[in-house]
C-alpha cells in the first residue's frame, strides 16, 4: 500500500469517526432533551398525538388562582411547559371575550409554549390555550373537533354568560 494510499485510509477513518461521534451526541441529546428536535419529540403536533392526551412532566407545579366576579377560584393545574410559562407571567388582569355562548377568552401578549391535544369533549371548568397565546375559560360542556393545550381545570365554575368579564390570574 503506498503512503498516500494510507494516509486516504486514514483520513477516511477519522472522517467516520467524527461523523460517528456527532451523530452519537445528537441522539444523546436529543434524549435527553425532547424539546431540542421537534421532529424527535413524542409529544410534537403528529397526527398521533393531536387525538391523544399530552405527556406532562413530573414536576409540581404551583397554583394559579383566577378572581371572577370578586370570587377565587383555585384552577387544578396540569404539568406542562404551558403553565410553567403562564406562571412565568403572572400576575395578570385581563378582559375575557364570551364566545358561543360557552367560553369566555383572552389573546395574550405573548406566545406559550403548546402541546395540543383534540379532547373530542370540553368539561364546564376547563383552561386551555387555544393557539399559542389565545386563553380560554370554558364554562359549558361541549362536544369539539378543535385541538387545544390543557392548562387546568377550575372547579365548581358557575355560568358565566352574559358578556365579557374581567379576570385576575395569581399565582401561589
Not at 25 to 33: A, D, K, R, V, Y
Not at 72 to 98: C, G, H, Q
Not at 127 to 156: A, P, R
Request: with cysteine; aromatic share 6%.
Amino acid at each position: 500500500m503506498s503512503i498516500l494510499n494510507k494516509k486516504l485510509t486514514i483520513s477516511i477513518l477519522i472522517l467516520i469517526a467524527i461523523v460517528v461521534s456527532v451523530v452519537t451526541t445528537t441522539i444523546l441529546i436529543n434524549n435527553h432533551n425532547p424539546d431540542a428536535n421537534p421532529n424527535l419529540n413524542p409529544t410534537n403536533n403528529s397526527e398521533d398525538s393531536i387525538n391523544s392526551k399530552p405527556k406532562t412532566e413530573t414536576k409540581k407545579m404551583d397554583k394559579i388562582y383566577a378572581t371572577i366576579n370578586n370570587k377565587k377560584y383555585e384552577i387544578k393545574l396540569e404539568n406542562n411547559s404551558t403553565v410553567s410559562a403562564l406562571i412565568k407571567e403572572l400576575p395578570l388582569e385581563v378582559s375575557m371575550n364570551d364566545l358561543n355562548n360557552n367560553e369566555k377568552y383572552v389573546d395574550l401578549d405573548s406566545s406559550l409554549p403548546t402541546n395540543t391535544y383534540s379532547p373530542k369533549h370540553i368539561e364546564a371548568g376547563d383552561v386551555m390555550l387555544f393557539g399559542n397565546n389565545c386563553l380560554v375559560i370554558f364554562y359549558e360542556s361541549f362536544d369539539t373537533s378543535y385541538s387545544y393545550t390543557k392548562i387546568g381545570h377550575i372547579d365548581n365554575l358557575p355560568k358565566l354568560d352574559g358578556g365579557d368579564i374581567s379576570v385576575q390570574l395569581s399565582a401561589e
